[in-house]
């Protein structure tokens, strides 16, 4: 069964600074990745996702996330965060038919970003 | 188009108690899925539907039914509440069942149980 882990559950920066998130996902074969965004007290986004082609992807508001398929990760990034950006933030994993086209999320990271 | 619109938005049940939760979409989606959200646990799938008609479980299925009898709807049904269900529900559509699908999701509804 594919699993995905988000190492950091919470993350706190300042205004300007730069943000890394990290995703790794446990499957062997194919997968299509996710990245969503839950802001204070508002549903699920997506932010960027990756099906196959250029394994760094852009997405909204600046962010952007890289797959690197032998370390099984697709962490995602920004250069200059905002405030903003204070959310939670969610890597997800499709691993197509073969897993029953089921979209399996990991734990979610808290970040806060003070002004 | 309202997307994906879930209600109510607050609920409140005692133990043993039943409840609906409605999810309804009017982008003609073909796939809808419920999840759960717990903290530090992510969202996790509850039952999906690859069209109407058709339903199948995911991972955490206990205590839940679903149906689809129309494209639009996908309401979850609560058989006889327990606290362990005290969550906030989330249900989301895409336009196919392919696994490069985005999904869309709605507000949510936060349950509390007694």
């Known amino acids: 069964a594919q699993s995905v882990s988000q190492h950091n559950h919470h993350v706190i920066l300042s205004e300007a600074a730069s943000l890394e998130l990290g995703c790794n996902y446990s499957?062997?074969?194919?997968?299509?990745l996710f990245w969503y965004v839950q802001y204070p007290g508002q549903h699920l986004q997506l932010l960027l996702k990756y099906f196959s082609g250029d394994p760094l992807v852009k997405g909204i508001k600046g962010f952007e996330a890289e797959f690197i398929k032998s370390k099984f990760s697709f962490n995602l990034r920004k250069p200059s965060v905002q405030w903003s950006d204070t959310a939670e933030y969610f890597c997800?994993?499709?691993?197509?038919?073969?897993?029953?086209?089921?979209?399996?999320f990991g734990g979610g990271t808290r970040v806060l970003v003070k002004p | 188009n309202a997307g994906v619109t879930q209600t109510p938005k607050f609920q409140v049940l005692k133990t043993g108690q039943s409840m609906t939760l409605q999810c309804a979409q009017d982008m003609n989606h073909e796939y809808m899925s419920w999840y759960r959200q717990d903290p530090g646990m992510g969202l996790r799938l509850i039952h999906y539907s690859v069209g109407a008609g058709i339903t199948d479980q995911g991972e955490v299925p206990n205590g839940y039914n679903v149906s689809r009898s129309t494209t639009e709807d996908f309401p979850l049904r609560l058989l006889s509440a327990a606290p362990s269900q005290t969550s906030v529900y989330f249900c989301?559509?895409?336009?196919?069942?392919?696994?490069?699908?985005?999904?869309?999701f709605g507000p949510g509804t936060r349950l509390t149980v007694l």
């Open positions: 997800a994993v499709n691993a197509g038919r073969a897993a029953g086209n089921k979209l399996t």
């Open positions: 989301a559509s895409s336009p196919g069942v392919g696994s490069t699908d985005t999904q869309y």
């Open positions: 499957y062997g074969g194919t997968v299509n």
